[in-house]
């Protein structure tokens, strides 16, 4: 099998089983010699395969981005009512409506552009060295020149280049976490594997992204970039369809339900209007004044800043939101699909017991006696062990395998100095872990003597010792008691390493089969959950949130971290990877009703179980942090990356990064993600409840056969300039306390609930009426017809003062809520006031919008008629209080995390 190297072949030979080749076959493929590819060789195969790197989309440039704000539903209805205004030479109305359209373009464009650019900057590529030879000579160079072929070589702490196959490996572990999801680091060699062997087999093969933990190595590249493991997952992420969010697909509904309304009330008006004698021109402008005010124009605009501001929030509680529609699917969650590895844990072995025949004992908890099993356990965890501990302050820096560095940290936490330990046992020989051996040994010299130190697995140390050490004796050992006590602690999810020693003559090696030792104890380990990660599931939970835990790991280990933390329950909740084989779809769908812990999973089993979960109805956010878990994460309803040890492809994949890689921030962003569709809901309320009210003062008075109330230039002026700034400061609300203390929305529910319409209807007619009545007075009263549209205008423009107090919550009172605890709120309304009021002084605006100045007498009645929006809603939260709200409340309380604003 060959090819050559320099024809561009590198797709072809990459398709061959590397782990299942011979060495001799590999290097005369690639072409690889003995001192390493040259100067000049090397930079032919870079330019025929490009860089060591993941390909990248370009970012959207300002002109996409801008042209993409309008496409929403609601701009269009807005540039279609601009072409009937230009088709009539209503040019003002026409220039209004067109700088509307360009100015909710601008606001959208900075948002947007805002957001990408943070994403990029977060998931910008590190620059990493690689050890390579060339021409004989070793070199230190970027690992995005590395190309097919090179010899590279591998030491402790580095992380892997790219995809090579090991020519030579000393004791090489490496932690492969982000492509298996293992929390144990894979023990490495040289020789050949089988040909139908699983990545996480594979032990001739360093694989890109993964780290080295202890040991050294040397191997050659047999593929780069796109073409590792890490990129070809990265590839099948790029091929899944990002499904549309919860937000896009209400939006989507409600643009659908107001061009609806639109049209039947543009037919209504004509149809009216016409029945009544006037002329079609007339009605054309009278339809264009009734699509106006019930386009919400201002709705993109003040979704865009409260998904903005929720970004913000969420950032502040660790929570970077990367597409800002994400915000709100947060809030919406039904269920959040957690790794384990890292994520519900801190990734991290710790000893969290140490057991001998005196019982056991935990770390930092009893002191260690002199010369007991205890000491010697300890002190065998540190000789048969090539990690270290360094100091930065008052914390360990672990260098090494993290089994070994916690074997060294449980010491120093029962107040052995490891340090000391390795001085008073100096080093004769050592014996390397080998996955055949089970085992890894040292000799350490001690009063003259040599001692044979053993650590490994239980079984295997088992069957070497002959007895056990019992305070200052021995005595025969108890195989069969000792194995029931490691096999209960490996229940509980614990690894197990043995430990045991013995006298070897001077001068001589340990046999490759130790027999006669003596067995000193276990410590048990384990990768522990984060702190306050119990907490966070159990708030999820209250929340009416299901938690399952997807990962790579084993299911004995995934099932007891699940237990600790409160995932697992009840019979039926265990399902793995190979069970997942065999179902079909919907065998998977009926099994994940009640699995919450799914073990061994591949990449395609995540996704299976992300979209039977999805097809069940679920809103489903994934985290994790590995490669591994890049497709579940774009193919979810929100993918949830970590920041600090996630990878760039999980991140690129991901809409939310938590930049302190725990999982409690998800909790909390749970609870800003509600608060931000509370806001986005009391938004959307506010713009459609005075559109209704609009749409009815305008059917009413035709109906009537009266003068139009206001024309359409006044109802973009009360839409945008008026009640835009007071919609844009109802995204700053602090959300009420109760947020936690619901079910998740379901997804077939629009962004306006039921209870919500009854009100929309409520306050339309409330504000209609005053302002016809309003109207009708004055013109009663001899004014102009100018005069009459300046008072009605006013009116709403008051009714809306009021009206936003009544929209900062869907259930409390407005007196309930502080009018200094959204201080943009209490700004925006008195700006809207005072804007309006120099546009009905100033001549400027009152030529461009008609209107002329209004008598105190005027002013009062519109203060006193205005008021009664107040009386209105708040008895209508008095009567409607008990029902949609009892719906909608968990029966659990949500803990201490929530808002408590």
């Not at 930079?43 to 970012?59: M, S, T, V």
């Not at 360990?396 to 120093?412: K, R, S």
């Not at 006193?864 to 107040?870: F, Q």
């Amino acid at each position: 099998m060959s090819r050559d190297p320099g024809n561009g072949g590198q797709s072809a030979f990459s398709a061959a089983r590397w782990h299942a080749l011979t060495e001799q076959d590999i290097l005369a493929g690639l072409e690889s010699p003995d001192t390493g590819l040259d100067a000049r060789e090397a930079a032919r195969r870079l330019e025929r395969y490009g860089p060591n790197a993941l390909p990248e989309a370009d970012p959207p440039g300002l002109p996409e981005i801008f042209a993409r704000q309008f496409l929403s539903p609601l701009i269009y209805i807005l540039v279609a009512a601009g072409a009937v205004t230009a088709a009539l030479q209503e040019w003002i109305d026409t220039g209004i409506i067109l700088a509307v359209v360009i100015l909710n373009a601008i606001i959208g464009t900075i948002q947007e552009s805002g957001a990408e650019r943070a994403m990029r900057a977060l998931s910008a590529l590190l620059s990493h060295k690689a050890a390579v030879l060339r021409g004989g000579q070793p070199l230190h160079i970027e690992s995005r020149l590395l190309v097919p072929g090179d010899r590279v070589l591998l030491e402790s702490g580095v992380r892997v280049p790219a995809d090579i196959r090991l020519l030579s490996a000393n004791n090489l572990l490496i932690d492969e976490a982000l492509l298996t999801g293992e929390s144990t680091a894979a023990s490495k060699r040289t020789g050949i594997a089988s040909a139908d062997a699983p990545l996480a087999e594979q032990f001739n093969m360093a694989r890109a992204g993964t780290i080295v933990r202890s040991g050294r190595a040397m191997g050659v590249v047999v593929a780069t970039g796109s073409d590792t493991a890490v990129g070809q997952i990265a590839e099948s992420m790029r091929l899944e369809q990002t499904p549309q969010t919860p937000l896009q697909q209400r939006l989507g509904r409600l643009a659908q339900m107001i061009g609806i309304a639109v049209g039947l009330t543009a037919l209504l008006s004509f149809a009216i209007g016409t029945a009544g004698g006037k002329s079609g021109a007339e009605m054309l402008k009278v339809a264009v004044a009734l699509a106006v005010s019930a386009t919400p124009e201002g709705l993109p605009v003040a979704f865009t800043i409260t998904l903005a501001v929720g970004v913000r929030r969420m950032a502040n509680r660790k929570a970077i939101i990367r597409h800002l529609p994400a915000v709100e699917t947060l809030g919406s969650t039904t269920v959040i699909g957690s790794d384990k590895t890292g994520t519900l844990t801190q990734n991290e072995m710790t000893v969290m017991e140490v057991w001998t025949v005196a019982g056991t004992h935990l770390p930092g908890k009893e002191p260690v006696p002199p010369g007991s099993p205890l000491e010697r356990t300890l002190i065998a965890g540190i000789v048969a062990n090539e990690a270290s501990l360094g100091r930065e302050g008052d914390e360990w820096v672990p260098e090494g395998d993290p089994t070994e560095t916690a074997l060294l940290v449980a010491a120093e936490a029962f107040g052995v100095d490891h340090e000391r330990v390795r001085a008073i046992y100096p080093p004769v020989f050592d014996v390397p872990f080998e996955p055949d051996l089970r085992y890894s040994g040292a000799v350490r010299e001690s009063a003259g003597t040599h001692l044979f130190f053993v650590k490994g697995a239980p079984e295997r140390v088992l069957e070497m010792c002959t007895a056990v050490e019992h305070g200052s004796h021995r005595e025969p050992i108890d195989r069969a008691a000792i194995q029931q006590v490691t096999d209960a602690a490996a229940a509980r999810g614990f690894r197990i390493l043995a430990m045991a020693h013995g006298e070897i003559a001077p001068g001589a090696e340990p046999p490759r089969d130790p027999t006669g030792l003596t067995y000193l104890g276990f410590e048990a380990m384990m990768d522990p959950p984060r702190d306050g990660v119990i907490a966070a599931v159990r708030g999820c939970q209250q929340a009416g949130i299901r938690v399952v835990m997807i990962t790579g790991d084993h299911a004995s280990t995934a099932l007891a971290i699940s237990r600790q933390v409160g995932i697992a329950a009840g019979e039926g909740a265990l399902v793995v990877g190979r069970e997942i084989e065999s179902m079909t779809d919907e065998e998977l769908q009926e099994r994940m009703r009640s699995a919450t812990v799914c073990a061994r999973m591949s990449p395609d089993h995540k996704l299976r179980v992300v979209q039977a979960l999805q097809r069940e109805g679920h809103v489903v956010a994934v985290t994790g942090d590995g490669v591994n878990d890049a497709p579940a994460l774009r193919v979810a309803d929100l993918g949830i990356a970590m920041g600090g040890s996630g990878t760039d492809v999980a991140r690129e994949a991901a809409d939310m990064v938590l930049a302190d890689d725990n999982f409690v921030s998800i909790y909390a962003a749970v609870s800003e993600g509600r608060i931000t569709f509370d806001n986005i809901r009391n938004v959307t309320f506010f713009l459609v409840s005075t559109g209704a009210a609009e749409i009815a003062l305008i059917i009413t008075a035709l109906t009537l056969d009266w003068e139009i109330p206001l024309l359409a230039a006044q109802l973009l002026w009360l839409n945008l300039v008026t009640n835009g700034l007071q919609d844009v400061a109802l995204a700053f609300e602090p959300g009420d306390r109760a947020v936690l203390r619901r079910r998740p929305r379901a997804r077939s529910e629009g962004i306006l609930s039921r209870l919500l319409w009854e009100r929309v209807l409520l306050t339309a007619a409330v504000m209609g009426a005053g302002t016809l009545v309003l109207f009708r007075w004055e013109l009663e009263s001899g004014q102009s017809v100018e005069y009459a549209r300046s008072v009605a205008l006013t009116a709403l423009v008051v009714f809306e003062v009021f009206h936003v107090g009544n929209s900062r919550s869907e259930y409390v009172s407005a007196f309930r809520k502080s009018v200094f605890s959204n201080r943009f709120l209490l700004v925006a309304t008195f700006a809207a006031v005072s804007v309006h009021l120099v546009a009905l002084y100033l001549p400027a605006t009152q030529y461009i919008l008609r209107v002329e100045p209004i008598g105190l007498d005027s002013w009062l009645r519109i203060v006193l008629v205005a008021s009664s929006i107040l009386v209105a809603v708040e008895l209508h939260k008095l009567v409607r209080r008990g029902g949609p709200r009892s719906r909608e409340a968990h029966p659990a309380s949500a803990g201490g995390l929530a808002s408590g604003r």
